[in-house]
């Protein structure tokens, strides 16, 4: 038996290294190699490079012909660490501010448990992908063959959650977490000296006007019963103190559940802004692209991870509602039935995307413990 107490040291020491030295999307060179490293340590069979810097690893015992995928994330973001951490980054301006650290750690821990305890009869996939923050890494992973050369039948995430206590596990059938469209609004006219804005055509008037007109989209124009936002995140001009912009560039991201209302809301966006330009007489261009698609749990499976879950945490919940965040994670479920559930990071936790923030080492055991759990349950031993 593993002896858990070590394991959990390991899996400190593995996750405070990953955190000193964080890698952007698709450059996870260094991440996927450490990955690869402890893998093969283990016995297992790696291939490397999936999707760019994607790493699989394969492990098999019995007779089944039953495969499940475990997947974690690799990528940091581009914030500013906070001082404070001896772990705390090494690479000015990367740091991993949404755990994913946390999450490779007590994934290869999953793996150690289950490379050295068996209790399971089939094939699983340990699947640690690059570029999450992207929305691009599962695609990527997708793309490059992995179903056709690591084929899974079922695929399993977690992903640390601050403020819920270490030890709870939460998820729900149906959806967990909204699609996400981004968009980049450019108003162009002729901008000229702020003391003269009668002689061009300025547009921070008309960007300003057009930031509050988007407002109405999910207020006025949705079904209330449809979950929405649209929120203007950036509002980019050429001007200057004493020169009124000729171009304005609107920056944000719009979240919802179903096609229908993602399609909706650019049709209004679109309408919305020609509106504007045209009573400003300034010229309008909308970008508007789909970055993440909603993450939708099998019902059955979300079921299959609590019960998994109980008897390794201290609580298990059921979500009330869906969250208006976005995951990666929602491309490997196009393809798979699945679930993905949330751990808790503590109380005390600095929120994801903070400079302040770090994963809860203590954690990590949870959370491998509930990879195990999920990987025996769905790929039980035969009796006798």
């Known amino acids: 038996m593993t002896d858990m107490d070590a394991l959990e040291r390991e899996m400190t020491g593995w996750r405070r290294a990953l955190h000193r030295d964080p890698e952007f999307g698709f450059e996870e060179v260094r991440t996927a190699g450490f990955v690869a490293e402890v893998l093969r340590g283990l016995g297992l069979e790696v291939a490397e490079g999936i999707g760019g ?16 995928g475990l997947r974690a994330d690799m990528d940091a973001l581009r914030i500013t660490e906070a001082p404070g951490a001896d772990w705390a980054s090494a690479t000015p301006g990367l740091m991993h501010a949404c755990g994913h650290d946390g999450h490779t750690a007590m994934l290869l821990g ?20 690059p570029a999450e923050e992207w929305g691009r890494g599962a695609l990527a992973m997708l793309d490059d063959g992995l179903m056709e050369r690591f084929p899974f039948d079922e695929v399993f995430g977690l992903h640390n959650m601050p403020g819920l206590p270490v030890g709870t596990l939460e998820t729900r059938g149906g959806a967990l977490m909204s699609a996400e469209d981004i968009f980049e609004i450019t108003l162009t006219g002729e901008g000229g000296h702020a003391a003269r804005p009668h002689v061009g055509r300025e547009v921070m008037v008309p960007a300003c006007a057009l930031v509050l007109e988007l407002q109405p989209i999910v207020a006025r124009r949705l079904d209330p019963a449809d979950i929405a936002v649209v929120s203007v995140t950036e509002l980019r001009t ?6 009124l912009p000729g171009e304005a560039r609107i920056l944000g991201d719009a979240r919802s559940f179903r096609p229908e209302v993602s399609a909706q809301i650019e049709t209004e966006m679109r309408a919305i802004t020609a509106g504007v330009a045209a009573a400003h007489g300034v010229a309008a261009e909308v970008a508007y692209t ?3 698609i909603p993450l939708v749990n099998d019902g059955e499976l979300a079921g299959e991870m609590l019960r998994a879950a109980g008897p390794v945490s201290r609580e298990v919940r059921e979500m009330p509602a869906p969250m208006t965040a976005s995951e990666d994670f929602a491309q490997f479920l196009a393809h798979v039935p699945g679930c993905f559930a949330f751990i808790g990071n503590g109380e005390a936790s600095a929120p994801l995307h903070s400079p302040k923030y770090d994963f809860n080492d203590a954690a990590l055991l949870h959370g491998a413990k509930v990879h195990a759990a999920i990987a025996r349950r769905r790929l039980p031993e035969a009796e006798g």
């Open 110 to 129: 999953a793996a150690k448990m289950l490379a050295e305890e068996g209790g399971f009869d089939g094939t699983i996939r340990f699947i640690f992908q």
């Open 290 to 292: 789909r970055e993440f």
């Open 53 to 68: 810097t994607g790493v699989v690893g394969t492990l098999r015992r019995g007779s089944s012909n039953r495969a499940i």
């Open 238 to 243: 050429d001007g200057t103190r004493n020169a």
